[in-house]
């Protein structure tokens, strides 16, 4: 069990500001020690006594409940348990490991919904909290909530991509979505990993650790050591550079991605991942080859659609990538990143109703953000529909009114119905939030005194 930085280093502070003498803070010390020792060799039934001590004397260090409720969770004393790792919440609200263990306890109880919530705390940190993800995807599971479950168990995965457990479980979530084929890769995935040389596996998750804390020098040398000891497995050069490309080293990512592509050129996610570390590196022609084969190998794939579509966006091949987002959308109609996608691509093509229709579907599934309502209200624009556009706009403004995109949307449309003077001064508050509207702002401002014949001078301030 881990110690966070509110550990013994701390607590002889907190004793002296309790006034407590020194013989009450080693006591104290002592006794928490004795008692983590205890836990770390699978003893919590004798750690008890020796908390339950260390409780009464620091009642309010956060880290002794924690610990004191681990320990009677661990021997079955839920609502005991409950009580401690609560007092630990209160006292440290940011507590993740209190939350972790405290949803242990409810998902023991049967508490599925609060055992959600504490879960969805323990994962919300800059790093995992054991396995904190796949137990919400589990509870999610439970609950009914498969694609909220699919979604926490591929979070899972990212982060422990060598655990033929959690590709297991994944492909469990997809028959339930009724992916049948992705469930099927996922379960041979599994076996595949399953039946891996345990060595191979240990230097796996030597590197993955390695790749996580940026130890460059000893990351290239346990690169070099799979590379040669391994390079006739397709697998290990797959997670190889599957490791390598989400750590963000996408160049040392490039060799074993390419050398498990030659071996096994059937493998969806070595030809996905391979189109993707290629894009990611700039290199959009090998990248596209690369997903077109997994394209050809899964043509029902939302990611590899969503990843063509992201690449011929950035060539500027607006109708391809129309046609990948579209099938994209048709695989998952809700997903609110290729409908923002899309209604971007629909605009970019002049088919501003198609572009309209998609972007309020979805600014309903994304409300808060604030890039969808400007799109769309560049929509409305484009149509001719002008109070629908400023009404968005003053949406914009009401939901996020700190981004100067509102301000600037509904001073265009103020201008285009004459009314200058509120105009300006919506065009004075989004240079006031951000100056590099005010080029824009301007070209505007010309175009509709050339419209109109007014005069120029006094406008443009």
């Known amino acids: ?64 409940h924690r610990y004191l409720g681990y320990a009677l969770w661990r021997l079955g004393q839920w609502d005991a348990a409950a009580n401690e790792l609560n007092t630990a919440m209160k006292l440290a609200p940011g507590d993740m490991y209190a939350a972790y263990f405290l949803g242990r306890v409810d998902e023991d109880r049967g508490k599925t919904n609060q055992a959600i919530l504490l879960f969805q705390i323990a ?5 995992l909290v054991y396995d904190s993800v ?17 979604d926490a168990y591929r979070q899972a995965v990212r982060a422990a991509p060598l655990d033929s457990s959690l590709h297991y479980q994944l492909a469990r979530v997809l028959q339930k979505n ?47 050591k799979l590379m040669q000891e391994s390079t006739d497995d397709a697998e290990i ?55 077109l084969r997994a394209d050809n190998l899964r043509p029902n794939s939302f990611e590899v659609n969503s990843a063509l579509a ?75 529909h002008y109070s629908e556009a400023l009404s968005t706009a003053r949406r914009l403004m009401r939901e996020h009114p700190d981004e100067a995109i509102g301000y600037f949307k509904a001073g265009r449309e103020m201008l285009k119905v004459g009314r200058n003077a509120e105009a300006n001064q919506l065009f004075e508050d989004a240079t006031r939030l951000d100056a590099s509207f005010e080029p824009m702002i301007k070209e505007l401002q ?8 007014a005069p120029t001078s006094g406008v443009l301030q």
């Open 446 to 453: 010309k175009g509709s005194l050339r419209q109109t014949g």
């Open 178 to 224: 009724r992916r049948l084929q992705d469930a099927d890769e996922e379960f041979k995935l599994s076996k595949r990993l399953a039946d891996l040389d345990q060595q191979q596996i240990r230097d796996l998750f030597v590197l993955s650790n390695l790749v996580r804390e940026k130890k460059d020098a000893d990351i290239e040398s346990a690169v070099t």
């Open 310 to 384: 992201v690449l011929y966006v950035n060539q500027s091949r607006t109708a391809d990538a129309i046609q990948r987002l579209r099938r994209a959308q048709a695989l998952q109609p809700d997903d609110p990143a290729v409908l923002a996608l899309l209604g971007h691509e629909e605009l970019a093509a002049g088919r501003y109703r198609d572009a309209v229709k998609v972007l309020v579907l979805g600014s309903q599934k994304r409300p808060d953000d604030p890039r969808i309502l400007a799109l769309l209200c560049d929509g409305y624009h484009e149509e001719g």
């Open 1 to 64: 069990m881990n110690r966070t930085r509110n550990g013994w280093v701390a607590v002889g502070i907190l004793l002296l500001g309790l006034g407590l003498p020194l013989s009450a803070q080693e006591t104290a010390a002592e006794l928490f020690n004795q008692a983590a020792a205890l836990i770390s060799n699978d003893k919590p039934e004798s750690a008890l006594g020796p908390l339950r001590r260390a409780a009464a004397m620091a009642p309010r260090d956060p880290v002794v």
């Open 123 to 127: 994962a919300s940190g800059p790093e």
């Open 134 to 150: 796949a137990r919400l995807g589990q509870a999610y599971f439970k609950r009914g909530q498969f694609q909220m479950s699919e």
């Open 237 to 291: 050069m797959a997670r190889l550079g599957l490791i390598l490309a989400q750590g963000g080293y996408q160049q040392q990512a490039l060799a074993p991605l390419e050398r498990a592509s030659l071996l096994k050129p059937s493998d969806f996610e070595t030809q996905f991942n391979l189109g993707l570390c290629l894009s990611q590196l700039g290199q959009a022609a090998d990248a596209e080859t690369a997903l």
